[in-house]
């Protein structure tokens, strides 16, 4: 990036044979870099988890996961989420996504400030003892990250839960 910033420059020196005008767009183009660097390094996801409440249940109940959290909303951050429930056996079930827009996020702290909840159905199939909520979310802060590359950003979360007898 430096190296093509440089040789710009000097092309654009010799075709002006102006100094000034060189030191302007070296400004011009430094300043610019900066900018589309500091997007490019927007990775950090907008949403914290501090704590959650434990959860049991039966196989077949809808329980619902409390979760304190932090999150950052002057970012205008979208997110698509894919939750699945895993049991003490490693069956894997998906058990929900969702989409969330940056004025649907608002709302929610709104409504319920500092918490998050998620309503899921335990799966009927799983056994008793220890399981996992697992939540895999992509977040999307800038119109960089709707490009293949740098992608999303992708923050995982397990909550764990207990399926009783």
Same mark, same amino acid.
């Given at each position: 990036?430096?190296?093509?910033?440089?040789?710009?420059?000097?092309?654009?020196?010799?075709?002006?044979?102006?100094?000034?005008?060189?030191?302007?767009? @070296?400004?011009?183009?430094?300043?610019?870099? *900066?900018?589309?660097?500091?997007? %490019?390094?927007?990775?950090?996801?907008?949403?914290?988890?501090?704590?959650?409440?434990?959860?049991?249940?039966?196989?077949?109940?809808?329980?619902?996961?409390?979760?304190?959290?932090?999150?950052? *909303?002057?970012? +205008?951050?979208?997110?698509? @989420?894919?939750?699945?429930?895993?049991? @003490?056996? +490693?069956? =894997?079930?998906?058990?929900?996504?969702?989409? %969330? =827009?940056?004025?649907?996020?608002?709302?929610?702290?709104?409504?319920?400030? +500092?918490?998050?909840?998620? $309503?899921?159905?335990?799966?009927?199939?799983?056994?008793?003892?220890?399981?996992? %909520?697992? %939540?895999?979310?992509?977040?999307?802060?800038?119109?960089? $990250?709707?490009?293949?590359?740098?992608?999303?950003?992708? $923050?995982?979360?397990?909550?764990?839960?207990?399926?009783?007898?």
């Amino acid at each position: 990036m430096v190296k093509a910033t440089f040789l710009l420059l000097r092309w654009f020196d010799r075709v002006t044979d102006r100094p000034a005008i060189a030191a302007w767009a @070296s400004v011009l183009a430094t300043i610019s870099a *900066l900018v589309v660097a500091s997007v %490019l390094l927007d990775r950090e996801p907008p949403h914290r988890f501090l704590s959650f409440e434990p959860v049991a249940g039966h196989a077949g109940d809808t329980v619902i996961v409390r979760q304190r959290v932090e999150r950052d *909303l002057g970012r +205008g951050c979208t997110s698509h @989420s894919h939750r699945s429930a895993i049991d @003490s056996r +490693g069956l =894997s079930i998906p058990v929900g996504q969702r989409n %969330l =827009s940056a004025e649907e996020r608002t709302a929610i702290e709104a409504k319920f400030p +500092g918490q998050a909840l998620i $309503q899921f159905q335990i799966p009927a199939t799983f056994a008793p003892g220890p399981a996992v %909520l697992a %939540l895999d979310i992509e977040w999307v802060c800038n119109v960089t $990250q709707r490009l293949p590359w740098p992608g999303p950003i992708h $923050q995982y979360r397990a909550v764990p839960f207990e399926v009783l007898q």
